[in-house]
């Protein structure tokens, strides 16, 4: 059995890799200082930032593996899991690690933004990428927060100064993300939207639509190795329009092609894979203004069966 370490608490990680502990809701980790580190495969129930600058070690990291190379950067959040197995190798990582938990952030303008930040999903084999400068910018920042939870741990103005920080280094993150996210999607447009119009035909060639019902953007990201949220964004950035969106386009050009042929609308709505009729002809009259029964009375009777 795979030895897991549960990380529930920043403090969990601090004590094992033999960190000195700061605070009950974060922690911050400077791997340089660390005698006797050694790999942990764990599952988190808090946020953490890795600013890597030297590491020869691939992780796992949701359903694949995940490659560090200088001047890397990695976010988790809670519910996933990652890291390597411990074999009692001691490892050799240069950079820092920032983690915090839920509760740091509770009732504060961060906690309604944070699942905004899509570089906290499971999405890619590559980390954030950064510049030498950017890298310096990020470490100042984590040397930042330590300081502070050293020298002024019963300070009231502590949770905000280390929030801000917090936030300060996300919008950071946000910033390589987007770059990162531009230029890959840059090179990925015509095999993506090849990959992804072969998968929506392939759900209704393979009657998939029986078991699961409407095909979903969760399936369809998961089918091409992607998070949802990374793929919601590189089909907002490839198309202009939403993953829902382009699903919903092609349920609904499928629908015109039923209906064409001859089918009911109740037919038409079962081989689609709505639960309800209705719901099929709300949605089709929303995309199309006009009802199925209407858009049926304006083909051609040639082409439609009584």
């Known amino acids: 059995m795979e030895k897991i370490l549960q990380v529930n608490s920043p403090n969990d990680y601090a004590r094992y890799v033999g960190a000195e502990v700061l605070h009950d809701n974060i922690c911050v980790v400077h791997y340089d200082e660390l005698e006797h580190c050694r790999h942990a495969l ?59 938990s839920p509760q740091l952030i509770a009732g504060t303008a961060l906690e309604k933004r944070i699942d905004d930040y899509h570089f906290f999903s499971y999405y890619d084999s590559e980390a954030l990428r950064m510049l030498p400068d950017e890298q310096r910018t990020l470490a100042m920042c984590m040397k930042m927060i330590r300081h502070e939870l050293q020298t002024h741990a019963d300070d009231p103005h502590l949770r905000n100064i280390v929030t801000t920080f917090i936030e300060l280094i996300l919008e950071y993150c946000a910033r390589f993300y987007e770059r990162q996210f531009k230029a890959e999607a840059q090179t990925a447009t015509n095999d993506l939207l090849v990959r992804f119009d072969a998968l929506l035909k392939r759900y209704y060639d393979q009657q998939l639509y029986k078991r699961y019902g409407l095909p979903t953007v969760r399936y369809c990201a998961q089918e091409l190795f992607l998070s949802p949220n990374y793929f919601g964004d590189l089909i907002r950035q490839l198309t202009g329009d939403t993953a829902t969106a382009a699903i919903r386009r092609h349920v609904m050009q499928r629908a015109q092609t039923l209906l064409a042929s001859g089918h009911t609308i109740t037919e038409t709505a079962d081989l689609l894979g709505f639960e309800y009729p209705q719901h099929f002809t709300r949605m089709f009259k929303k995309h199309f203004a006009l009802s199925p029964s209407e858009y049926r009375q304006s083909l051609s009777p040639k082409r439609i069966s009584p």
């Open 42 to 100: 764990c599952n988190y129930g808090v946020y953490g930032i890795w600013l890597v600058e030297e590491s020869p070690y691939t992780i796992s990291y949701g359903q694949g593996e995940y490659r560090f190379s200088s001047g890397s950067l990695m976010c988790v959040a809670p519910g996933q899991k990652g890291g390597v197995t411990d074999d009692g190798e001691i490892i050799h990582i240069r950079g820092w690690v920032m983690m915090f």
